[in-house]
């Protein structure tokens, strides 16, 4: 007995339709995995969904060692795909800058209606890193990465405000052997005794992070900081240090060199109306420094576990990526 398909499924293109309709819902389902083999066995189960289905079936394939990479029609092919983004995402600047230009001179009466979704709504990720990964827990705490396989023991990463908190940095280093710095003031021994018993590789640092430097109070600048430690190059800068991000770095953002010594700026902003009625102004203000700089967007995470909320943003510098 032969097997005969209802007349629906004879239909050549109906049946196309059904097939890709079925992969994407299959490749959406599908969890995005583990990083245990990236980690030494020592992974965790991610739980984030990459910006896209796509994106997501070929972190499956690569996990399954298909080379996404050697798929491409040639190198060539790649070179042009990225300058095709990179201008693409120059013409999103510009489209980006006529929406929001409003909100700094005056033309939205209400500033109060601005809250973060507003800003996430123009502010999207421009920049296409083809390889990025979150490190950390699941919430509060976890970074994104761009080309984190490219990081080495040579590699210096700066996490400024810890809390205590070191998952992000103690995955990174399993991951790359990088030299971690911890910057903080505010913990008390016990903290400081344990963040320093974690690795040999994690360097805590009992200084806080300030536009200027006040010795007597342990705040220093980024400026500073990087002469007192030898260091003339920060492959990896993470801040969660609550709202010192505003103004501890236009010293080294605005400086004549406009190529800072930063290769990726991992913030996290908090705002909201009912801190700051200008708080819309002040974020958009900082985000459009770090792009004036040099920084391009590739992440962007919301953080709703606070009220008022705080986003992730993760920068990087294309002239200084490795």
Request: with cysteine; proline share 5%.
């Amino acid at each position: 007995m032969g097997f005969t398909c209802e007349p629906w499924l004879q239909r050549p293109v109906i049946i196309a339709a059904s097939c890709l309709v079925l992969g994407i819902l299959l490749v959406a389902v599908i969890p995005y995995g583990t990083r245990a083999s990236e980690s030494g066995g020592a992974g965790y189960s991610a739980g984030i969904f990459p910006h896209s289905a796509v994106q997501q079936g070929l972190h499956m394939l690569a996990g399954r060692g298909f080379d996404v990479k050697a798929s491409w029609d040639s190198e060539a092919q790649h070179e042009r795909l990225l300058r095709e983004a990179i201008q693409t995402m120059e013409e999103n600047i510009i489209r980006r800058e006529s929406y929001i230009s409003p909100w700094h001179t005056g033309h939205i009466k209400d500033a109060k209606e601005v809250y973060l979704k507003e800003l996430m709504e123009y502010w999207v990720p421009i920049y296409p890193c083809y390889h990025e990964v979150r490190y950390g827990l699941m919430g509060d705490g976890g970074k994104w990465v761009c080309n984190a396989h490219r990081l080495n023991e040579q590699s210096i990463i700066y996490s400024i405000g810890s809390n205590a908190q070191t998952d992000f940095e103690m995955e990174l280093i399993g991951v790359t052997g990088a030299e971690v710095h911890v910057f903080d003031c505010t913990l008390k021994e016990a903290d400081i005794a344990k963040v320093t018993s974690l690795s040999p590789r994690l360097i805590f640092h009992p200084w806080c992070l300030a536009e200027e430097t006040n010795q007597d109070n342990n705040v220093y600048s980024l400026t500073d900081i990087m002469l007192n430690l030898g260091h003339t190059f920060v492959d990896v800068l993470k801040v969660d240090c609550e709202r010192c991000e505003y103004t501890s770095f236009k010293s080294i953002l605005t400086r004549p060199v406009s190529n800072p010594p930063i290769g990726q700026f991992l913030v996290e902003t908090h705002n909201g109306a009912a801190v700051d009625k200008d708080d819309h102004k002040i974020v958009d203000t900082f985000l459009r420094e770090l792009e004036s700089a040099g920084f391009r967007l590739f992440h962007l995470e919301p953080n709703w576990r606070w009220w008022p909320p705080g986003a992730e943003w993760a920068f990087v510098n294309p002239s200084r990526l490795g």
